[in-house]
């Protein structure tokens, strides 16, 4: 009963560096996200993807790139990071019209 | 551009007070408008709402929404410190993915 796995919890980065964070999950869901979470600014929509080998951008794409291979994982790319991406990334995921979204736990990463 | 608003963005109370938050929203492809709770984690769902002028109730919480004006609200009668939080409220755009827009988010602060 995993749900919806976030790797890495948390993540250092030098400006410039790059990484993937990882989102599995276990409940054969068709749609997944890619969210950011800055202060007062609620959750804002990165990519996502509506099946496997298909994305699209969100509202805040720029910086980011996106690939869901497998039904049930879908990574985010920074492949240059910079501070301005300091942030709460949080993944979720749902069935196709499916109501509610499952939440990963989180990732925290810092741009220094 | 779909926007959802929320206020107050923050707000600070006393145990037993009653609380009302607002959420307006203009959403092409309007389906529902959900409430989550987010406590320095992952948001965790507290209702969903697509039919107008029905309230919405899990014990001292409820809900409504007005689809004719484009907004709904979230009550939370005798606050104890346990609902301090930050509340989102997100529209679902079903014609794009089923991605959930979300709001700014109101702090709740409840003091004994």
């Known amino acids: ?16 560096q790059s990484m993937t964070l990882l989102c599995a999950q276990d409940m054969n869901h068709e749609y997944m996200y890619w ?11 990165i990519h996502y993807s509506v099946g496997e080998g298909t994305t699209a951008k969100g509202e805040v794409p720029d910086g ?11 990574l985010l790319g ?10 709460v ?9 499916g109501f509610g979204y499952t939440f990963g736990s989180g990732t925290r990463l810092t741009v220094v | 551009e779909d926007k959802v608003v929320q206020s107050p963005l923050s707000l600070v109370v006393h145990e037993g007070d009653t609380v009302t938050l607002n959420c307006s929203y203009e959403v092409t492809n309007f389906r529902s408008l959900l409430w989550y709770k987010q406590e320095k984690k992952a948001p965790t769902f507290l209702f969903m709402l697509t039919s107008s002028g029905i309230e919405k109730k899990s014990g001292r919480l409820s809900s409504i929404l007005d689809k004719k004006e484009l907004f709904s609200i979230l009550n939370i009668t005798a606050t104890q410190t346990g609902d301090s939080a930050v509340y989102l409220c997100a529209a679902l755009n079903y014609n794009q993915g089923g991605k959930l827009i979300f709001g700014q988010g109101t702090e709740l602060s409840v003091k004994p």
């Open chain 1, 1 to 16: 009963n995993a749900g919806v796995t976030q790797t890495p919890k948390f993540r250092v980065l030098k400006t410039g």
């Open chain 1, 35 to 45: 969210y950011r979470q800055d202060p007062g600014m609620g959750l804002r929509l």
């Open chain 1, 78 to 87: 920074l492949e240059s990071a910079a501070p301005s991406q300091t942030s």
């Open chain 1, 64 to 74: 980011y790139n996106v690939s869901r291979l497998k039904k049930q994982n879908f």
């Open chain 1, 89 to 97: 990334y949080f993944c979720a995921s749902q069935h196709a019209g």
